[in-house]
């Protein structure tokens, strides 16, 4: 018995403090902001969830991880179904989020789905509710959760829309997702005696670093269906969002990235509509030649990510060296010419920036700045 509980320890834990969050073979149930000075690790099939939306101050449907390394290798961080709710009181049938879908007409109609990444579906039956209205946009670097479906209704709620995905957000120097899972898909609308209720949208996953590798993984935001009626289905979820930045490198292989709307619901009235596809967007925030490892090591930026100030250190003099953000902006420029400079960091907004040599022009380090 002892040795078993032994090995149970061993194989499976969580640890966490202010430089580390490690998931192995367990599970953790998270949400809100998280920073970390050095790691943050899911592996050998660990799941980290995002707390369920609920109103609450502390369950809003929100997770974002910030650290200079980020792995999650066979292993998953889930967030479907756990974003905003469906519509499923008389007094709000519609669905909860900034996009949440109509409710059905009071004398019949089904709920239609919520949107974030697009349109939701409209539902079924004489008086369908409206599918949710698309917002956010496919390019920026914000990132939300998804939108409830509508409620189905004949008087009263009959069939209860489904929730929206949560958002996720993933903000380091370097981050791997390899052999995993990354979900915030919609909730299913669920089906109604007469009247179902609309299918719920995806949520948002933005993943931002100098270097991404995504390798032999899946990331879903998809939108899901609206439930079946006797007399009215369910508008489908559209679809949310899904955005890769980076800055040096990415390295893709394998992968399976999807924001589909989800399927209309089946009634015997009107035909619902399904939901809008969301979108997958990749970018190149900031554009640099290839560095080589003795490159970076002739720079160090202490700490990193820093907070109020930030010590730069060089093995050589560099003389003049120049700082961006991730639009390529210059922000200030430093004196290198002691090989040694510390810097107030607290005007910068929280963000990824590029130290670079005026005269190396091969010699720049990423750091973040996170207040």
Not at 40 to 54: A, E, F, K, Q, T
Not at 329 to 350: E, F, G, H, M
Request: aromatic share 8%; charged share 15%.
């Amino acid at each position: 018995m002892h040795f078993v509980l032994l090995v149970f320890i061993a194989l499976s834990y969580v640890y966490e403090d202010t430089d580390s969050l490690i998931v192995d073979n367990d599970s953790l149930t998270i949400c809100g902001r998280h920073q970390y000075n050095v790691l943050v690790d899911i592996r050998n099939n660990g799941i980290l969830y995002v707390r369920p939306w609920s109103m609450a101050a502390d369950s809003f449907g929100v997770l974002e991880l910030i650290a200079p390394r980020i792995m999650v290798h066979t292993a998953s961080i889930i967030g479907s179904t756990r974003g905003p709710f469906g519509g499923y009181l008389n007094a709000h049938p519609w669905g909860y989020g900034t996009g949440g879908g109509g409710a059905g007409g009071v004398s019949g109609g089904a709920g239609g789905g919520g949107a974030y990444g697009g349109n939701g579906g409209m539902g079924g039956d004489l008086y369908g509710g409206t599918g949710g209205t698309i917002y956010g946009n496919f390019s920026d670097t914000l990132i939300e959760p998804g939108s409830g479906g509508g409620a189905g209704r004949l008087s009263a709620v009959d069939g209860i829309g489904g929730n929206g995905g949560a958002m996720i957000s993933l903000y380091g120097v370097c981050v791997i997702i390899d052999t995993a899972q990354i979900k915030v898909s919609g909730e299913r609308g669920f089906d109604g005696s007469l009247e179902a209720g609309g299918g719920g949208s995806g949520g948002g996953i933005r993943i931002s670093a100098d270097s991404v590798t995504i390798r032999y993984s899946g990331l879903r935001a998809d939108g899901n269906a609206g439930g079946d009626g006797s007399f009215g289905g369910g508008g489908g979820g559209a679809g949310g969002r899904i955005k890769i930045f980076y800055v040096q490198q990415l390295d893709t292989i394998g992968n399976w990235l999807s924001a589909y709307g989800g399927y209309a619901g089946t009634g015997s009235y009107g035909n619902p509509q399904p939901g809008e596809a969301g979108t997958v967007h990749f970018e190149q925030i900031v554009g640099m030649e290839e560095i080589s490892d003795a490159s970076v090591s002739c720079i160090r930026v202490l700490p990193n990510p820093a907070r109020t100030r930030l010590s730069i250190v060089t093995e050589y003099t560099m003389g003049i060296c120049d700082i961006y953000d991730v639009t390529g902006a210059k922000i200030l420029s430093v004196d290198l010419l002691q090989r040694t400079a510390c810097i107030d960091v607290d005007d910068l907004p929280n963000g990824v920036y590029l130290l670079k040599s005026r005269n190396h022009g091969t010699l720049h380090r990423t750091f973040i700045v996170l207040h």
